[in-house]
């Protein structure tokens, strides 16, 4: 079985509302993404996905659990001191509008190499242009938008760019939080199928964040469940979709479209009140490497 290059143990995060009232936000998350996998991370708006990972890439302090990336306990500040440089540049992020947040006054050029401008990186292909073309080339953007801004790119140019921005780095770990959901369906599929043929090209660890599990199914190996801060259930991505055991995720699974029109006008929509949740509950496996979360 290939390494595990993250492991999420019993990530807990509250927020702090007002006075003393917190809202849980994760509530003892238990996951591990191997090296060389895509792992996808699915739940309705609200359940946490975000919040997972800001904590995974350090932008946010959890309440509680353990985060393990590459042996570093990401939790320690003394360890994440001795590999600032490490962690700075081999975990990177995407996200829903990364695209439309490009510094609208650099070119593209610019913005797909300054991360290694940052870290002070030479580039081996000898030049900076020559590395954003390079870059840009391997995302399907053609060398003539280098010169432009932000601005003057659509949607999907823009995400391709962001793109190329957080691969100069050649990350072990990209976690992409909803890279497709503000682009049109069309571009949706085009940006997935890059996703797909560039891990297979540099071999880095994706956890892909989506709401939508058609995605997942198209992309992902593995996939875990999150609802209302719990992961309910987490499996090999045939198995899941074969065998749904959690209620929460029979619920996702049956918002799914289907592309027989008879099938879909026959469909039924499945409803989770997460209020059902237990308090408390722990994952046990069902069958190898499928687990679910089970009442105490
Ligand atoms: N900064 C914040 N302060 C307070 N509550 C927050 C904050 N960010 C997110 N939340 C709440 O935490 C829960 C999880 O949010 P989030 O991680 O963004 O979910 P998702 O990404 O799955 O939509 C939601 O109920 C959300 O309203
Ligand atoms: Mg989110």
């Not at 359940?47 to 800001?54: D, F, L, N, Y």
Request: charged residues 25%; hydrophobic residues 40%.
């Amino acid at each position: 079985m290939p390494e595990i290059l993250l492991d999420v143990r019993s990530l807990t995060h509250r927020y702090a509302i007002t006075g003393k009232s917190t809202l849980t936000a994760l509530d003892g998350v238990t996951f591990q993404i191997r090296r060389g996998e895509i792992f996808g991370l699915v739940g309705q708006s609200g359940s946490g996905k975000s919040t997972a990972a800001r904590c995974i890439m350090n932008l946010l302090r959890p309440t509680g659990g353990k985060l393990l990336y590459k042996g570093v306990d990401l939790l320690d500040p003394k360890q994440r001191r001795a590999n600032r440089k490490m962690l700075q540049t081999t975990r990177q992020l995407i996200f829903q509008d990364s695209g439309s947040s490009l510094n609208p006054r650099m070119t593209l050029a610019e913005i797909i190499t300054e991360p290694m401008a940052i870290h002070r990186v030479k580039s081996p292909r000898g030049s900076m242009r020559a590395e954003a073309e390079l870059r840009a080339k391997s995302v399907g953007l053609s060398p003539s938008c280098l010169d432009r801004f932000p601005p003057e790119l659509s949607g999907g140019q823009r995400q391709r760019a962001a793109i190329a921005r957080a691969l100069c780095m050649e990350p072990e770990l990209l976690i992409a939080d909803e890279p497709v959901a503000s682009l049109d369906v069309s571009v949706q599929a085009q940006i997935l199928n890059l996703f797909r043929h560039l891990q297979e090209r540099h071999g880095f660890s994706l956890l892909f964040i989506a709401h939508d599990m058609s995605a997942v199914r198209w992309l992902c190996s593995r996939v875990g469940v999150l609802c209302r801060g719990r992961l309910v259930e987490a499996a090999p991505v045939p198995e899941l979709f074969e065998n749904p055991l959690h209620p929460c995720t029979r619920a996702l699974l049956s918002s799914v479209p289907l592309p027989d029109p008879r099938r879909e006008r026959e469909r039924q929509l499945e409803h989770f009140d997460a209020d059902t949740l237990p308090s408390a509950g722990t994952l046990y496996e069902a069958s190898p490497d499928h687990f679910v979360l089970k009442e105490d």
